[in-house]
Every structure is written in C-alpha cells, then in structure tokens.
C-alpha cells in the first residue's frame, strides 16, 4: 500500500502562484511515476502533469509555460508549482503514484483562482 498526502491547496487570486506538494509513504518501489491530475465540477478528471517512470516530464496543454513539476527522490515528494493561475485552473487537484503494482491517490487538494 501506498498513502499520498497532499498539502497547498487554498484560494489565490488570478495571475498568483500556488504550490503543492504530495508525499508518498508505505510500499514505494524505487522505479514510479508520480503526477497531478485535477478535475474541475462538472468535468472529467484529467491530467494536469507528471513525471513518468523513464523521467522527463509531461504537461497538459492548457498548463504548459505555467506549471512545473517536479520530484524529490530523498523525500518521495512530488511538486506543482503553479504560476500566472487563472480562473479555469480551479479544481481539485490530485496527486497519483504509480508502479509495477498499480496507481495510487491522493485525497485530493482544492485550489480556487478568483478573478
């Protein structure tokens, strides 16, 4: 088992930054993948980045230039720096891990981007 605990989230307002953060504990195999997704109301869940297994890094598009990702191996953290937020950004953000033996979630982080 895998416990992901988010931390981060809360209001800002447009054009601010924000940064979350999720540690993993438990049973954590030295090769994963970690990421956020976020899903907004009414929408699906969806990808918002991650760091695959291989390395390097992916972005949805509509993030790309804003958000970073980013992982501390020690720690078995993983970050989302978000900057230049807008309205649309809001949702609940999650944190997911993922190895050879399936995907874990975090409980999940509301960031709220007033305008």
């Known amino acids: 088992q895998v416990q992901l605990v988010e931390s981060g989230g809360g209001l800002v307002q447009a054009g601010g930054s924000r940064r979350l953060s999720c540690a993993a504990s438990?049973?954590?195999?030295?090769?994963?993948?970690m990421g956020w997704y976020r899903q907004a109301p009414g929408k699906q869940r969806e990808l918002g980045a991650a760091?695959?297994?291989?390395?390097?890094?992916n972005y949805a598009d509509s993030v790309k230039g804003r958000f970073t990702i980013s992982r501390d191996n020690a720690k078995n953290t993983v970050y989302l720096q978000m900057n230049s937020l807008k309205p649309e950004d809001t949702a609940v953000y999650y944190c997911?891990?993922?190895?050879?033996?399936?995907?874990?979630w975090g409980q999940g982080t509301q960031v709220t981007v007033s305008s």
């Open positions: 760091i695959p297994s291989g390395g390097g890094t």
């Open positions: 997911q891990y993922s190895d050879w033996a399936g995907a874990y």
């Open positions: 438990g049973s954590i195999f030295r090769i994963n993948a």
